[in-house]
C-alpha cells in the first residue's frame, strides 16, 4: 500500500506505457508468425489495418474489445491478450489515480463524497464522455474515448465477488449542473437511481440549504475513502489534476470522521432517491 501524505506522484510519465509497447510488440509477433497482414488481421477481429498498424506501433492503445478479439485470433489460448488486460487498462488511467485505481478495484469498501460532478464509478458512458470532452487543456479525440473506456471499466467493481460496500454523498448541486446535454444529464441521474437501488450501494444527497441550519461538514471540498481487502484504511484526494494518498491514521481517523457527519446531515438513502427520480422526471 502506498505511504504517501502529501502528493507522492513519483509514477510514470504519462507517455511511459510498457505494457502497451510490451503488447503490441507481441501482437505484432504473433501476427507475423501466422502470416498475416494488417488489414488481414483487422478482417479477422473486425477492425481496418489502419488500426492494427496504430495498435502496432503504439500511436492507438489496443481496446480492451480489440484485446479480447486478439487473444481468439492469434492468441493460441495462452492467454496473453487476457492476462495484459489489466495491465494496459491500467496505463490509460492519468498518471495520477493508477496506484489508487489498483487498490479500489480491491477494495472491501468505498466511500465517496463529491461536490462538482458525479463520481467516476457511477458516471454514464455519455456524461464521462461530455466530461472529459469538454475539460481544459483540452485533449485529442483519441485520448478522451481512451479515458472513457478507463474509467466505464471501474464499473466491474459494482458486480464483484467477494461484492464491494459501495457509499456515494453527492451535494445536490450536482444533480442539476448538467454536461452534455440535458438528455445526458437525464440518462446520468437515471442510471444513478437505478444504481442506488442495488444491495451493496447507498446513494445519499446533501441538501444545498444544509448550511442554513448552521451546520455544514462538507465545505472542505470532495473525498474518496477506503478499506482495503486486508481492513487498512486509507484516504484519497484529488483537485486540479494532483492528489493525495493519506494513510496516516490520525488523519484518517480525523476524515472518516468528517464524513460521517456529512453522512448525518444528508437526505436518508430513500429522500436522495427520490429526489434523484423527480429530477429525472421519473416523479412528482
Known amino acids: 500500500m502506498a505511504k504517501a501524505d502529501g502528493n507522492k506522484d513519483k509514477e510514470r510519465d504519462e507517455d511511459d506505457r510498457h505494457a502497451t509497447s510490451l503488447i503490441a510488440e507481441i501482437a505484432r509477433i504473433l501476427r507475423l508468425e501466422k502470416g498475416l497482414t494488417?488489414?488481414?488481421?483487422?478482417?479477422?477481429?473486425?477492425?481496418?489495418?489502419?488500426?492494427?498498424?496504430?495498435?502496432?506501433?503504439?500511436?492507438?492503445?489496443?481496446?480492451?474489445?480489440?484485446?479480447?478479439?486478439l487473444e481468439t485470433a492469434i492468441g493460441?489460448?495462452?492467454?496473453?491478450?487476457?492476462?495484459?488486460?489489466?495491465?494496459?487498462?491500467?496505463?490509460?488511467y492519468p498518471v495520477r489515480f493508477r496506484s489508487f485505481s489498483q487498490m479500489e478495484a480491491l477494495a472491501h469498501t468505498i466511500s465517496s463524497y463529491e461536490t462538482l460532478v458525479v463520481d467516476g464509478l457511477f458516471q454514464t458512458e455519455e456524461y464521462a464522455r461530455a466530461l472529459?470532452?469538454?475539460?481544459?487543456?483540452?485533449?485529442?479525440?483519441?485520448?478522451?474515448?481512451?479515458l472513457v473506456e478507463a474509467r466505464l471499466a471501474r464499473k466491474k467493481l459494482f458486480d464483484r465477488d467477494p461484492t464491494a460496500m459501495i457509499e456515494l454523498i453527492l451535494e445536490e448541486g450536482v444533480l442539476t449542473r448538467p454536461f452534455g446535454d440535458r438528455e445526458v444529464m437525464r440518462e446520468q441521474l437515471l442510471s444513478l437511481a437505478k444504481d442506488a437501488q442495488r444491495d451493496n450501494v447507498t446513494v445519499q444527497v446533501l441538501p444545498k440549504d444544509r448550511g442554513l441550519k448552521g451546520s455544514y461538514a462538507g465545505d472542505r471540498g470532495p473525498m474518496k475513502l477506503v478499506e482495503t481487502k486486508d481492513h487498512e484504511r486509507v484516504v484519497y484526494l484529488e483537485i486540479e489534476d494532483e492528489s493525495i494518498l493519506i494513510s496516516n491514521r490520525a488523519?484518517?481517523?480525523?476524515?472518516?470522521?468528517?464524513?460521517?457527519?456529512i453522512?448525518?446531515?444528508?437526505?436518508?438513502?430513500?429522500?436522495?432517491?427520490?429526489?434523484?427520480?423527480?429530477?429525472?422526471?421519473?416523479r412528482k
Not at 495462452?78 to 495484459?84: D, G, L, Q, T, Y
Not at 472529459?132 to 481512451?146: D, L, T
Open 38 to 69: 494488417q488489414e488481414e488481421l483487422g478482417v479477422l477481429i473486425g477492425y481496418t489495418g489502419s488500426a492494427i498498424s496504430a495498435m502496432e506501433t503504439g500511436a492507438q492503445p489496443a481496446s480492451d474489445v480489440m484485446l479480447e478479439r
Open 76 to 92: 493460441d489460448r495462452r492467454k496473453i491478450f487476457e492476462v495484459a488486460r489489466k495491465y494496459v487498462l491500467m496505463e490509460k
Open 251 to 261: 488523519k484518517v481517523s480525523r476524515l472518516f470522521q468528517r464524513y460521517a457527519k
Open 132 to 146: 472529459i470532452g469538454g475539460g481544459y487543456p483540452p485533449v485529442s479525440e483519441a485520448k478522451a474515448e481512451e
Open 263 to 282: 453522512r448525518a446531515q444528508a437526505l436518508s438513502p430513500d429522500e436522495s432517491l427520490g429526489l434523484i427520480e423527480r429530477l429525472a422526471g421519473e
